[in-house]
């Protein structure tokens, strides 16, 4: 965190804040020379950074002089936001014992629950819910608490949220899906998870994508694999390309024998009217088509 420097004994405050200084923090708020919801240019209170980095002693100490729990800074970042997106369970579990609400949002949209979800902090997720977190929270794209979780890979916290009533199916904005941004990342654990809380193995992107189709053009094989179980449908178009299509073109040939093994159709045809074979170079992607050409057209 940054702040913009005011007077001295501002400055002076916040570096003690910053820095977990609670001698020097409490000399200069005893002091009758500054107040303790001083804050810089953009609203950004000493509040704020000690609980930013986490200094649970200044924190108590600020809240004891009267520092304002829920002041929002321009953003409309907190002392709560802050706190949770670093993990710092203590600190929560204090600005809440004082009062701190879950409800102020960011421009963005983003709460306390979102960011502590974005980067896998599950005590705090577990915290804020407990204490009034609305679990169907959206950032202003539509990203849920779970979507962020999942684009994360953070599976204690996807099971929590889940148990909670999170939907599963949730998409943001564009139409990506929880399961759609997880098999993008390559997090075959979460897939698994959601799948078998009943994610939707199909649904399409606003772009035509599916889960597999992306998870074949990155080459993660693991979410394939876990896809493969529920038996999603192969050889969904996007933009006139299966699953097969988005393999051959990026070259992953495990992906290729993966996809060929559940059953791809190797003779469909693109937009285009081009096959998988005329899409690639590469030799051992054009044995694997050929092979299973050959294979079923002698069946």
């Known amino acids: 965190m940054s702040f913009k420097k005011d007077t001295p004994l501002v400055n002076a405050v916040f570096w003690a804040a910053k820095r977990g200084n609670l001698p020097l923090l409490q000399l200069l708020l005893n002091s009758g020379r500054v107040d303790a919801d001083c804050r810089d240019s953009v609203g950004t209170t000493a509040l704020m950074v000690a609980s930013h980095g986490g200094h649970y002693d200044c924190v108590k ?7 304002d729990i829920n002041y929002q800074r321009e953003t409309g970042s907190s002392a709560l936001f802050f706190s949770s997106q670093h993990g710092y369970h203590d600190v929560v579990k204090l600005l809440f014992e004082f009062g701190a609400s879950t409800e102020f949002q960011t421009k963005d949209g983003g709460t306390a629950l979102t960011v502590a979800c974005q980067y896998g902090h599950s005590k705090v997720v577990d915290l804020l819910l407990r204490n009034g977190a609305n679990v169907h ?3 202003n794209d ?3 608490p779970l979507f962020l979780a999942a684009q994360g890979g953070h599976v204690t916290v996807i099971r929590h949220l889940l148990s909670c009533g999170a939907k599963v199916n949730q998409p943001r904005e564009d139409g990506t899906t929880p399961l759609w941004i997880a098999a993008q990342m390559g997090h075959s654990q979460v897939v698994k998870v959601l799948l078998s809380r009943g ?3 199909d649904a399409v992107r606003q772009d035509g994508s599916t889960a597999l189709f992306k998870a074949a053009m990155k080459g993660h094989n693991d979410v394939i694999e876990e896809l493969l179980k529920f038996s999603p449908s192969l050889d969904i178009l996007q933009n006139g390309s299966t699953a097969l299509h988005a393999a051959v073109m990026a070259g992953n040939v495990q992906t290729v024998r993966l996809l060929l093994g559940a059953g791809a159709d190797p003779t469909l ?6 096959l998988p074979a005329d899409l690639t170079k590469s ?8 092979q299973k050409t050959r294979h079923e057209g002698g069946s």
């Open 199 to 201: 994610a939707d193995r």
């Open 61 to 67: 100490e600020l809240i004891m002089q009267g520092a």
């Open 142 to 144: 539509g990203a849920t």
């Open 283 to 290: 030799h051992r992607i054009l044995m694997l088509l050929s």
């Open 269 to 274: 045809p693109d937009q285009k009217n081009q």
């Open 137 to 139: 929270d959206q950032l």
